[in-house]
């Protein structure tokens, strides 16, 4: 027994090796799709339009404009996602007391034992007490409100969304702001260049004669196959995680709060985006958040949520 489940830990450390790898590996496919992506559009097709002069040039020089102003946006937002920590948990986090109702400390509940091994618990929840307080077992340690674990990073995420490969990192409290963008400013981009590519694609199927080398009508054509791919894909994510925004949840709480009616976290839909996107509106479409949010707003730091006070005891 005991070595069988020495090789099933040793196959789920394996699995997510190899999702760490993919995900490396996604982001060469990423920045291959933007490259394809650009040569057929701005060295291939609307490049050399410029130099036509006319009506045409004015089409794409503004396609252009356009077009560089979403791919800077678009790997802004990216990078900001790839690179920006998700948030963890900070070392020996511990839950605020509430002394005005006299809440205990919640290390203090009898759940908990002090072993050798260190805290123990038997189940997700501490003290009746404080009900929203959990602990994670595998990291040892106590877990803040809407915090989960990651098989894949090996710790806890706060506000943790999903694990996403194409990024090689988490979505959490403090990058989810930037994922959002990344979405969004694919979208746009990947509709831009579907849209501009289209009378080049249409061209493929008619009788007429069409301009340029086999190879860069085949750049042309593939890079119209994928960027409608990518605009019809994202769009359902996109539409999907503005109704998560909209709610106050994430993918993973939308999941185990399927048969709950009422969400604590849902507090309005305006301060629900606030909590995502900030308040400064300067920063909305940017992935950054102004000084003074970050001031004043802890739900930006992941710790800690206003919620409904009648729903206080609910947690997962």
């Known amino acids: 027994m005991h070595r069988s489940g020495a090789v099933m830990a040793w196959n789920v450390f394996k699995f997510c090796t190899a999702l760490r790898g993919l995900g490396s590996i996604m982001i060469l496919l990423v920045l291959g799709v933007v490259g394809v992506t650009y040569y057929a559009l701005v060295v291939t097709n609307y490049g050399p339009f410029m130099y036509e002069g006319g009506f045409d040039s004015v089409t794409a020089l503004a396609v252009l404009i356009l077009f560089h102003f979403l791919l800077v946006m678009l790997l802004w937002s990216y990078f900001s996602v790839v690179l920006t920590d998700p948030g963890g948990v900070p070392p020996n986090w511990r839950p605020l007391m509430d002394e005005e109702s006299g809440d205990a400390d919640p290390l203090t509940g009898s759940e908990y034992c002090n072993t050798g091994l260190g805290m123990q618990q038997s189940t997700g929840l501490s003290d009746p007490a404080n009900p929203r307080v959990r602990y994670c077992r595998k990291c040892n340690q106590l877990k803040p409100p809407r915090c989960h674990h990651c098989s894949v990073c090996g710790r806890c995420v706060l506000k943790m969304d999903h694990h996403c490969v194409w990024v090689v990192n988490c979505v959490g409290a403090l990058n989810y702001k930037y994922f959002l963008l990344f979405l969004f400013y694919t979208f746009l981009e990947t509709s831009l ?96 958040y102004s000084e003074e949010d970050l001031r004043r707003m802890p739900a930006l730091q992941g710790l800690e949520y206003p919620s409904k006070p009648d729903l206080d005891a609910q947690e997962f």
């Open 193 to 288: 260049v579907t849209l501009s590519l289209l009378p080049q694609f249409i061209a493929f199927f008619s009788d007429g004669e069409i301009s340029g080398t086999p190879g860069t009508l085949a750049t042309t054509f593939l890079a119209f196959v994928l960027n409608l791919a990518f605009a019809l894909s994202v769009m359902g994510f996109l539409i999907m995680h503005i109704s998560l925004v909209a709610g106050n949840t994430t993918t993973i709480e939308a999941y185990e709060k399927k048969t709950t009616p009422k969400w604590r976290y849902d507090i309005g839909r305006k301060k629900n985006f606030e909590q995502v996107f900030g308040t400064d509106k300067r920063y909305w479409l940017i992935p950054a």
